[in-house]
């Protein structure tokens, strides 16, 4: 279904027809629903990811999983894309499968996480190439092994994957990792300065002791130079210290001064986004530190820059997650953070020194999310919304995208 959020009121569309609207125009919110769940044979589908071309083509993709009790089972990877900037929607296609008996990640194994015919396919991550014009993909196995593919047609046709782990043995020596994961969400091409072109993916590797076999944990990059033929580990940017506990999840985005910052989830007691800054997307590090303005539910968050400075105008980049840290339930504040309600949007003009603007995008249950920016400036955030059972934050019930401008978002300051 389609749905406009116009300023005096919702109104609910008919389905989505090749002719229809469902870009947002001024000041407006179309939201598209691309999976529900318990659709196709799978239960849930989680950890959205999205990116657009310099032709306007859209990639919607996330993890399709038969099981509902968590990340670890039999996971596909799904696509949709949209050739039309996201007006409409192509079906949806089975992206990756893993067939056979494969090889089961030994602490998943030894928490039962996991069995024997279950092939866990996790944490897909795309990257736009701008300057050859080709679409990077990359995806775990069983959180242990990383394969890589490439497409040259808009994501119309894939390479055969081919298995990069090596690239995460070289963290071993200084962090003997048991789990590893790419993203979520999608990663970035350098695209000015020293190091322009290089493509850089966030990573969190753990020891996979503790809960769900995804803690403790640290964050860092892995990059490639050759546009994806050789991938190279980057230093860990976010360790697990008393302060910074268990960070995971990172997303990143180039400033225009032409470092890179990562926006790294943790569980601290600060209940804020950790983020450090270094000079090409691999080293030099600065230390991590809280950003005030970004609370943190202990959830993926997204980043993307819409666009960069030009003469008098500012540039801009936009952040989702959702802005919760308790929950209203009868009257009281039940005091749970870890919530994940209220999807918010927030705009910065000043390279990500503040977030001046804000805007609740879904007030009810809404967790993962990814961001993307049309070539007008569209933003789409693709996210997880509603539940299964309406009570628990780890089974949406849709992946959504929904489509604003910047004017959208301004209006709510």
């Known amino acids: 279904m389609r749905y406009v959020w116009l300023p005096f009121g919702i109104f609910l569309c008919a389905l989505l027809s090749p002719t229809a609207d469902s870009v947002a125009r001024a000041g407006q919110v179309v939201k598209t629903d691309l999976f529900v769940a318990g659709e196709g044979g799978y239960k849930l589908f989680r950890i959205p990811g999205i990116v657009v071309t310099p032709a306007g083509t859209v990639l919607a993709y996330c993890e399709a999983r038969k099981g509902d009790s968590g990340d670890w089972g039999s996971i596909d990877v799904m696509l949709r894309r949209s050739t039309d900037g996201g007006k409409t929607w192509l079906p949806r296609r089975r992206l990756v499968h893993v067939e056979g008996d494969q090889p089961l990640n030994p602490v998943a194994a030894a928490q039962k996480l996991d069995r024997p015919g279950e092939n866990t396919v996790n944490n897909p ?26 497409s040259r047609d808009e994501g119309a046709t894939w390479t055969e994957a081919v298995e990069i782990t090596s690239t995460f043995d070289a963290f071993r020596s200084e962090y003997d990792w048991k789990v590893i994961a790419t993203g979520p969400g999608h990663g ?37 130079d050759d546009h994806g033929k050789t991938w190279q580990r980057g230093e860990i940017a976010v360790p697990d210290t008393p302060d910074s506990i268990h960070p995971s999840e990172t997303i990143v985005v180039q400033l225009s001064d032409g470092r890179v910052m990562l926006n790294t989830r943790s569980e601290s007691k600060q209940h804020r986004r950790l983020v450090t800054f270094g000079p090409d997307g691999a080293t030099g590090w600065s230390r991590p530190r809280f950003d005030e303005a970004l609370l943190e539910p202990i959830c993926m968050a997204a980043i993307v820059r819409v666009r960069r400075p030009r003469g008098a105008q500012p540039g801009l980049i936009a952040f989702s997650n959702p802005h919760n840290l308790s929950r209203r339930l009868g009257g009281e504040i039940a005091g749970r953070p870890r919530d994940r309600m209220r999807m918010a ?7 990500g020194r503040s977030w001046p603007y804000h805007r609740i995008l879904e ?12 070539p007008d400036g569209t933003l789409l955030c693709f996210y997880e919304r509603g539940s299964t059972d309406g009570k628990n934050n780890y089974r949406p019930g849709r992946l959504t995208v929904a489509s604003f401008d910047e004017e959208w978002v301004r209006a709510r300051p």
């Open 125 to 150: 991550v795309a990257i736009v190439d701008y300057q050859d014009g080709s679409l990077h993909f990359l995806y775990c196995l069983e959180y242990m092994r990383c394969f890589y593919m490439r």
């Open 188 to 224: 970035i091409q350098l695209r000015h300065g020293p190091y322009e072109g290089r493509l850089v993916v966030p990573v969190w590797l753990s020891l996979g002791t503790g809960e769900h076999a995804h803690r403790p944990s640290v964050a860092s990059t892995i990059f490639s």
């Open 345 to 351: 949007i927030k705009l910065s003009h000043d390279e």
């Open 363 to 374: 007030q009810g249950f809404s967790g993962y999310s990814d961001l993307a920016a049309l």
